[in-house]
């Protein structure tokens, strides 16, 4: 039995529902030490300006040009399976893009809330997190703010198996990865139809066709904070899970955001940022666009995603990840601040594909070279290899037909929002 004086002081005590429909609440004791704000720090006038003046788009929009640039590094497997994958998911997608045009097919029943009567629904379906707020739409992409159609959002957490994720970076944890995407498409389908079967409209924001930027609504409902790692941190699974969204018309009472302890417990933690390969992940937070946050270094992510496995390494070794929040809060309180599993092998050891190990301490080297990757929509990055070539001499009239001739495919194509975020 651990001595009293080892204890940290509780703030306060969050009570969660279990991890499965059916299972007894858990309880998440907070630390004096890591109490902080319910939710996101923000400042309101600032996110509000962005919104505003510079409103946020996809990244399947914004980074077009590595979004096609990865296909042609993948290995031959995850080739073949993201193939599949893309196969089996673009009816899903599809469905959920005309989704909120579907008249409801019951009648509704007025003056009584369904809150509940929904989110039953939902974790009898298998979503592990069920949340309600209002659509933000200062986190809404610019090539979707006319999209949204209804006001109240449902926050869905499917979460993906655990034992493949475990082996991250693997095509094993890959299945996992979008395997998941397959089943929570098809589930949230099946929510609208029934919110539909009570009377009301239903638009589901597919995972694979985001809105916006989904995490602060996931913040706002309850379900979670942002964590070091840049990914909704929940209580049973952490980051091991996919995020959909349906918006509606139906009468439901918003849920509050909560004090996990999260943004400071990730500030002593820090195990995702010391084991990122790409070291893409930073230590301190920032401000960003009116969010405290711990901002990751896109292009130093992207080139390890790509040519390892998806990677997921800060996903891989988030101990709320591993463990589970409840036990790690009450570890971290029973213990006097320790973080349960940090610099062991068991949260920390990660295999690349070539049988390399890394433990904790250990990380791989790539050079410079190895970051360089294509940026931008693809425009942007035609037009930048189109500049160097003007640099090193006239192009001829040959390589300018090409270059006009790919530019014209880019404008007839459009753009797409559709893609893993």
């Not at 059916?22 to 004096?32: C, H, K, L, R, S």
């Not at 940026?375 to 990055?381: E, F, M, P, Q, V």
């Not at 500049?387 to 495919?409: G, H, Q, R, Y």
Request: charged share 25%.
């Amino acid at each position: 039995m651990l001595k009293e004086e080892a204890r940290e002081k509780v703030s306060h005590v969050v009570t969660r529902p279990g991890r499965k429909h059916g299972d007894a609440d858990v309880q998440i004791p907070v630390a004096e030490a890591l109490a902080t704000v319910p939710g996101i720090p923000l400042k309101e006038e600032d996110v509000a300006f962005y919104s505003r003046v510079y409103p946020i788009e996809s990244q399947n929009i914004e980074k077009a040009a590595d979004r096609e640039w990865v296909w042609t590094v993948y290995t031959e497997d995850i080739l073949k399976y993201r193939t599949r994958h893309d196969e089996l998911n673009e009816p899903l997608v599809s469905a959920a893009a005309v989704s909120g045009n579907i008249e409801p097919t019951g009648t509704a029943e007025q003056g009584v809330d369904l809150t509940e009567m929904i989110r039953l629904k939902g974790r009898e379906l298998g979503f592990g997190e069920v949340g309600f707020t209002k659509f933000d739409h200062k986190y809404a992409y610019a090539s979707k703010k006319r999209w949204v159609k209804y006001e109240h959002t449902i926050c869905l957490a499917l979460e993906q198996d655990y034992a493949q994720t475990q082996s991250i970076p693997s095509l094993n944890a890959e299945f996992a990865h979008f395997g998941t995407y397959e089943v929570e498409g098809a589930l949230a389908l099946d929510m609208a139809d029934y919110i539909r079967s009570l009377g009301y409209h239903a638009q589901v924001h597919s995972p694979n066709d985001n809105s916006g930027a989904y995490i602060p609504m996931f913040v706002a409902a309850g379900l979670g904070q942002l964590g070091a790692n840049g990914q909704l941190l929940s209580p049973h699974f952490g980051s091991r899970a996919r995020l959909a969204m349906i918006t509606t018309d139906a009468p439901i009472t918003y849920d509050e955001p909560i004090d996990y302890g999260i943004h400071q417990f990730c500030q002593e933690c820090q195990v995702c940022v010391n084991r990122c390969p790409g070291r893409a992940l930073v230590k301190q937070k920032v401000w960003w666009r009116g969010a405290e946050k711990n901002k990751l270094i896109y292009e130093r992510c992207r080139p390890v995603m790509a040519r390892y496995d998806g990677c997921g390494i800060c996903m891989k070794v988030c101990p709320i990840q591993k463990y589970g929040m409840p036990v790690v809060m009450k570890y971290y309180v029973e213990t006097g601040g320790e973080i349960l599993g940090k610099n062991t092998d068991n949260l920390e050891g990660f295999e690349f594909d070539d049988g390399t190990y890394f433990g904790p301490g250990q990380l791989p080297q790539f050079d410079r070279q190895f970051f360089d990757i294509p940026h931008g929509t693809k425009s942007d990055w035609l037009f930048e290899q189109f500049k160097d070539k003007l640099n090193d001499n006239m192009p001829s009239t040959e390589e300018i037909m090409d270059f006009a001739v790919e530019l014209k495919k880019i404008v007839d194509e459009g753009h797409t929002t559709r893609g893993d975020e």
